[in-house]
């Protein structure tokens, strides 16, 4: 049987200690990041989307109309002509 020595040990605690110490820093930047998202970015989306929300999509739909409206069979004839090509 082999016997552990006391350089594998402090091997051990040293490989245990540097896992930490990323897995703490990389939580850390994480919530910093998040943090600083909230802050500084969640005014300006909702503002923004207020104003998007009063025009048309791509399509031309309004988005404020019930979203299982039917529309006209040409719009999917153009999408797959267009995606199939």
Do not use: P, W
Not at 17 to 35: A, I, K, P, Q, S
Not at 60 to 66: I, K, L, R, Y
């Amino acid at each position: 049987m082999l016997k552990k020595n006391n350089t594998d040990k402090k091997m051990l605690k040293t490989h245990f200690f540097f896992l930490v110490l990323f897995l703490t820093t990389v939580g850390l930047l994480t919530f910093v990041l998040y943090l600083l998202s909230c802050v500084f970015f969640s005014t300006s989306i909702d503002e923004e989307l207020q104003v998007e929300r009063g025009y048309a999509f791509e399509s031309g739909f309004s988005s404020f109309s019930d979203a299982r409206d039917t529309f006209d069979i040409k719009f999917y004839l153009v999408a797959v002509l267009f995606f199939d090509l």
